[in-house]
């Protein structure tokens, strides 16, 4: 049975194609690689209780949060509004797997107060699913 991992070394890469993805920045976190699915109800008049069947999976805007500094924000948002390909890796160089979707990414800076680290959010709109890659 498996322990599980740490979430050091979860690296975000993007890039133009699926062969080009590149770490352009180091992330806080990550957000979840998917969502519940809708439920469509199929209950009858002849049901004693409600009956579902899944429908379409949930998918939201996928954020990310990363320290802001002048040149990692810029390089962010070089690439922004862009069709990209993205990848999550977990392990070192991805040994624990890879996610893998396409979408497009905007960035802005998040609110802060005293005593804090100034940070800013890459915000994936996903157009496809993110999926454990075989390859």
Avoid: C, R
């Avoid at 979860?10 to 690689?33: A, C, E, Q, R, Y």
């Avoid at 004693?48 to 996928?62: P, W």
């Avoid at 905007?106 to 890659?133: C, D, F, Q, R, W």
Wanted: charged letters at 20%.
């Amino acid at each position: 049975m498996g322990k599980g991992i740490s979430t050091q070394g979860v690296t975000l890469k993007w890039g133009s194609n699926s062969g080009s993805l590149t770490k352009k920045i180091d992330i806080k976190d990550f957000p979840d690689l998917g969502g519940a699915p809708e439920m469509l109800e199929t209950t009858t008049l002849s049901d004693a209780a409600q009956t579902f069947i899944l429908g379409i999976q949930s998918l939201s805007a996928m954020e990310f949060t990363a320290n802001y500094t002048k040149s990692d924000f810029e390089t962010v948002e070089s690439d922004a509004n862009t069709d990209l390909y993205y990848a999550l890796e977990f392990g070192t160089s991805g040994s624990e797997g890879v996610f893998k979707w396409q979408g497009q990414h905007s960035v802005y800076v998040v609110g802060a107060g005293v005593n804090a680290v100034t940070e800013m959010k890459i915000v994936v709109a996903p157009s496809t699913k993110p999926e454990l890659s075989t390859t």
